[in-house]
């Protein structure tokens, strides 16, 4: 599952490098397949948060239904970091 994690992950961020919004960010097929692994993801996740913060912590919301980022902390990528991995 790493390795699969890892391969999509680096199609992901290849395919968006050059986005500007989240909304493109988060439409690619390969976010989807990584959301759909479930659970299972979040601790390659939180692994990786720091390098891909945004997109990343909108996956680990959808899997696991709740917003780990503050209201408070909203475009703040280094909180948005800390909130994720408390």
Not at 1 to 7: D, I
Not at 27 to 54: C, D, F, K, M, W
Request: charged share 20%; aromatic share 4%; net charge negative.
């Amino acid at each position: 599952m790493e390795q699969m994690f890892s391969t999509l992950l680096e199609k992901w961020i290849a395919s968006t490098a050059h986005f500007s919004t989240i909304e493109l960010i988060i439409a690619r097929p390969e976010y989807s397949e990584i959301v759909s692994i479930g659970e299972e993801v979040i601790p390659l996740i939180l692994r990786n948060i720091h390098q891909h913060t945004i997109g990343l912590s909108c996956m680990l919301s959808e899997i696991t239904r709740v917003c780990p980022v503050k209201s408070e902390h909203q475009g703040l990528v280094k909180c948005i970091v800390q909130d994720c991995l408390q």
